[in-house]
C-alpha cells in the first residue's frame, strides 16, 4: 500500500509559515478549529508542527495572557514542546503507522524537501476499520456455510 492513498493534499491543509506571528496563528487555528498545525518555511519546506498547547502556554508566560502583546511576537519565537515527525513520500506503511500512533496527522515530504500534504491518523484508522469490517463478514458468511453441512449431518446421523 502508498502513503499517497491516505494524504490529505497540500491545497486541503491549512498551515503557518514561519514568518507567522503568534497572533496570526491563533487565527488561523480558531478559524480551522485545529489544535495543532504544520509550519512551513516560504520555501514550502516543513519546518515543524505547533499546538495550541505551545501557544497558550507562552502566552501565559511571557505576555501573561495579553493577546494584544502577541501580535507583535513571531511564531518561530514559540518553544514547540514537540514536533510531528515528518516522512518522505516514498516511506513504508510500517513506518507511516509508527508515526501516525504518536501524532495526530503526519506530515509528508517529497524528494526536494517540500510539504505536500498531511496524513491524518483518523483516515488510517478508517481504512483499517473497513477491512477488518470486510474481513469480519467474509469469516461471517464462510462459518455459516460451514455450519449448516454440519448441524444438518448430525441431524441425520442422531
Known amino acids: 500500500m502508498n502513503l499517497l492513498f491516505f494524504l490529505t493534499p497540500k491545497a486541503e491543509v ?3 509559515y514561519d514568518d507567522f506571528t503568534v497572533r496570526q496563528a491563533l487565527e488561523k487555528m480558531e478559524y480551522h478549529r485545529y489544535s495543532s498545525i504544520p509550519i512551513l518555511n516560504r ?3 516543513y519546518v515543524g508542527t505547533i499546538t495550541e498547547g505551545d ?3 507562552t502566552i501565559k508566560r511571557t505576555y501573561n495572557l ?3 502583546d502577541a501580535e507583535d511576537m513571531p511564531l518561530m519565537s514559540v518553544p514547540r514542546k514537540h514536533d510531528y515527525h515528518c516522512v518522505s513520500v516514498d516511506t513504508d506503511m510500517e513506518k507511516l503507522i509508527a508515526a501516525a500512533m504518536k501524532q495526530n496527522f503526519v506530515p509528508v515530504i517529497d524528494g526536494k524537501e517540500s510539504f505536500i500534504g498531511i496524513v491524518k ?3 488510517i484508522i478508517q481504512f483499517c476499520y473497513d477491512r477488518y469490517k ?3 463478514s467474509c469469516v461471517e458468511y464462510g462459518a455459516e456455510r460451514r455450519i449448516r453441512p454440519q448441524t444438518s449431518q448430525k441431524s441425520v446421523d442422531n
Open 121 to 123: 491518523r483518523n483516515s
Open 55 to 57: 501557544l497558550l502556554w
Open 66 to 68: 495579553n493577546l494584544q
Open 14 to 16: 491549512a498551515y503557518l
Open 43 to 45: 520555501k514550502g519546506e
Open 134 to 136: 470486510q474481513a469480519s
